[in-house]
């Protein structure tokens, strides 16, 4: 969801990144709400905060329930490259975005939010943030 607060839009993500890079469909609703951002003359900004209802390992287990499941139906490396394909495209958008980006955390963080936050021009966490890095080696 997008509000508007004195100069700056206030993006709160109301699904998991995973939800927003896996389904096209919110895919563009995204892009568009940073399209009309970028189009307005009235916002300075944007801040972009994760909503507290989705955890770092919950969104770890329902992307690779999502990739699993889009797997049985697709080959592996079209599903994959769809999947880095959304990642770039995002990533692409904060980095070149016209506006100041800032990616507020609180809460739980999974990896894809902490990586597409580094993307952004500034990174606040609060002190309640946890960051869920798996690592697979």
């Known amino acids: ?15 998991s990144v995973n939800e927003i890079l896996t389904n096209n469909e919110i895919k563009d609703a995204f892009l568009a709400i940073f399209s009309t951002i970028d189009d307005s003359q009235k916002i300075n900004g944007v801040v972009i905060a994760n909503s507290s209802k989705y955890t770092g390992e919950i969104n770890l ?6 990739i699993s499941e889009v797997l049985k139906y697709e080959r592996r490396d ?17 980095i070149n975005f016209k506006k100041p ?4 955390m609180n809460g739980d963080i999974g990896q894809i ?3 597409l936050s580094l993307a952004c021009d500034f990174r606040f966490a609060t002190s309640n943030a946890i960051f869920h890095l798996h690592n697979r080696f």
């Open 1 to 15: 969801s997008c509000t508007q607060k004195d100069d700056f839009a206030l993006v709160t993500l109301n699904q």
């Open 61 to 66: 287990q329902s992307l690779t329930a999502h």
């Open 78 to 94: 079209i599903a994959i490259q769809r999947f880095r394909n959304s990642m770039a495209q995002l990533v692409n958008l904060f």
């Open 101 to 104: 980006t800032i990616f507020a």
């Open 113 to 115: 939010s902490l990586g």
